[in-house]
């Protein structure tokens, strides 16, 4: 079982940056993305950033510019670097990860999220 573990969560100014980060757990699951997922009151779970293991990255529309994502492979990490904070990226943020077994097996996990809060 892989289990992920987020942290840096928490209340920013509009215009302030956060960083959070999520570490996961593996042993036989080859990870293949990582990346954040976010879900606001009410909405449902968007998509934020992945970045594969070789470092391709891929970010939705609204946090072009702003977010930036990375990870660490040897310690099976990924961050994301929110820049320019808006009231609307107020969100439980959800670390996202692909794997494949040797078997070619394929199974996706989540996180517990942490809460990303940005006032006015």
């Known amino acids: 079982q892989v289990q992920l573990v987020e942290s840096g969560g928490g209340l920013v100014q509009a215009g302030g940056s956060l960083r959070i980060s999520c570490a996961a757990s593996?042993?036989?699951?080859?990870?293949?993305?990582m990346g954040w997922y976010r879900q606001a009151p009410g909405n449902q779970r968007d998509l934020v950033a992945t970045v594969t293991r070789n470092n391709i990255t891929k970010y939705a529309d609204a946090v072009k510019g702003r977010f930036a994502i990375s990870r660490d492979n040897a310690k099976n990490t990924v961050y994301l670097q929110m820049n320019n904070l808006k009231p609307e990226d107020t969100a439980v943020y959800y670390c996202?990860?692909?794997?494949?077994?040797?078997?070619?097996?394929?199974?996706?996990?989540w996180g517990q999220g942490t809460q990303v809060t940005v006032s006015s």
């Open positions: 593996a042993s036989t699951l080859s990870i293949n993305v």
């Open positions: 996202y990860v692909l794997g494949a077994t040797m078997a070619g097996n394929t199974y996706r996990y």
